[in-house]
């Protein structure tokens, strides 16, 4: 079965520094997608990023990057230069090879900025 | 912007209560999803449709029931609402598996459900 795994429940990191938010996940299927969301305090999920898995580069959105290892299933989130504002639940989720587009989430990784 | 809308962000119902929860996308997206939230638990979802009237199971589907009688509306009830289904219910919308797009959710902000 697949599934999602965050080992970190929570994270802190000093304004202006870089953070990675790990995530690992179990596939047997050769073809799958994996995705990064935020959840901000007021509750709304934000996509962030996206990596299919015969994607050849790690995928990048600004201050966002995916460090793709695929032979250790691992999809960690990098982010450079944090922000206040990036405090949130951060969720890595990974669609459902059987269709629909389901995606199946990690239980979540809380990150706290410091200034 | 896609935008998908949940009738309530706040409820708060008594137990045997029966409890409609809405949600409405305004992009023509074929799928569309209820999740749960629990603190440690992640999302989990609960029912999902890929169209109009059609209804799958998710992980953890006892309990609800949806009902899908156009494009844009996706709804959740609870027959007899039970103290543990106090959580955080997501709406989410996708297009159809297949079209040019990288497949993700958008979701709404979000319903928080106490049951007394």
């Known amino acids: 079965a697949q599934k999602i795994t965050q080992t970190q429940p929570g994270m802190f990191v000093q304004e202006k520094e870089a953070v990675t938010l790990d995530c690992t996940y179990d596939t047997s299927d050769p073809s799958y997608g994996l995705f990064w969301y935020k959840q901000p305090s007021s509750g709304e999920m934000i996509f962030l990023i996206y990596q299919g898995s015969y994607d050849q580069q790690n995928a990048t959105e600004g201050r966002y990057s995916l460090n793709f290892q695929k032979a250790r299933k691992s999809a960690n989130l990098v982010i450079s230069a944090s922000q206040l504002g990036d405090s949130a639940m951060y969720f890595c989720a990974m669609r459902d090879p059987l269709g629909y587009n389901k995606l199946i989430f990690g239980a979540g990784t809380r990150l706290a900025v410091h200034p | 912007d896609v935008k998908v809308t949940q009738s309530s962000r706040y409820l708060v119902k008594r137990t045997g209560e029966k409890v409609f929860l809405e949600c409405v996308q305004d992009m023509d997206h074929e799928n569309m999803f209820w999740y749960r939230q629990d603190p440690g638990l992640g999302l989990r979802l609960i029912y999902f449709s890929y169209d109009v009237k059609m209804k799958e199971k998710g992980d953890i589907p006892e309990g609800y029931s949806v009902s899908r009688e156009k494009k844009e509306r996706f709804s959740l009830i609870l027959e007899s609402a039970s103290t543990n289904q106090t959580s955080m219910y997501l709406c989410?919308?996708?297009?159809?598996?297949?079209?040019?797009?990288?497949?993700?959710?958008?979701f709404g902000e979000g319903s928080r459900l106490t049951v007394l």
């Open positions: 989410a919308s996708s297009y159809r598996t297949g079209t040019k797009n990288t497949g993700e959710l958008f």
